[in-house]
């Protein structure tokens, strides 16, 4: 059981193009899903946390005009980078948490996304 | 500032070694917490969740809790090679009770499980 998958695995865009991750938990409903991004040897950073059929909250210093998310189900989140450069190039990754469950997060596979 | 300590390692253990692993918090309000193994380009799996002071065990892992000093670890024993990764300490320092579950992740240490 909770099992999250992501969608796509690895994508490879030119700059100032717009990429859109699909994030779904595949065998149970949740309420909160949590997006970061981990750029190479080092640690996970919390870009925000969506609650489904609400706003996104993002963490200080993410541009939620650049990464917009959207949570319209209790099995799917989506994150979209829009005008993407290579800073952003980088390995994202979201977690999900049940209904009703504990503080748990379950992982993704991770999208590997490099910008040229 | 909020935070969670992990020694970055690399801790290096002979095959079949106890592998132990150390965390430190600085919310002393913090309720749960989590260890997560991350491979290598990969994305976190979760290992153990521990919620009181003591021990909790899951076959060959043990997660030990005590929360007056703010310190989580983590022992793995007959450590293998396919152990070796990174293992990410993550704690949730939202308010008891809360809607915050937010959880703050340490750096991680890079264990090395050597045949």
């Known amino acids: 059981g909770a099992v999250v998958s992501q969608h796509p695995s690895r994508v490879i865009c030119k700059s100032g193009t717009s990429v859109k991750i699909e994030c779904r938990s595949l065998?149970?409903?949740?309420?909160?899903m949590f997006w970061y991004r981990q750029f190479p040897k080092q640690s996970l950073m919390l870009m925000a946390t969506s609650n489904e059929g609400s706003k996104a909250t993002y963490e200080q210093g993410v541009e939620k005009d650049k990464f917009l998310i959207n949570h319209a189900s209790l099995t799917l989140s989506t994150l979209t980078v829009t005008s993407a450069h290579p800073e952003d190039s980088s390995f994202y990754i979201c977690?999900?948490?049940?209904?009703?469950?504990?503080?748990?997060?379950?992982f993704g596979p991770g999208t590997r996304l490099t910008v040229l | 500032q909020k935070e969670v300590e992990q020694n970055s390692g690399p801790l290096s253990v002979p095959e079949g070694a106890i592998a132990s692993l150390n965390c430190t918090y600085s919310?002393?309000?913090?309720?749960?917490f989590f260890w997560y193994r991350q491979y290598s380009g990969k994305s976190p799996e979760l290992i153990m969740s521990i919620y009181s002071n003591g021990d909790k065990e899951d076959g060959r892992f043990t997660a030990q809790l005590n929360k007056a000093s703010q310190y989580v670890s983590l022992l793995i024993r007959d450590s293998q090679p396919s152990d070796s990764a990174t293992y990410l300490c993550a704690v949730n320092m939202g308010k008891s009770g809360g809607s915050n579950y937010k959880l703050t992740f340490g750096k991680g240490t890079l264990l090395t499980v050597n045949p």
């Open positions: 065998d149970f409903q949740a309420t909160t």
């Open positions: 919310d002393r309000g913090s309720q749960s």
């Open positions: 977690s999900a948490r049940g209904v009703g469950a504990t503080d748990t997060q379950y």
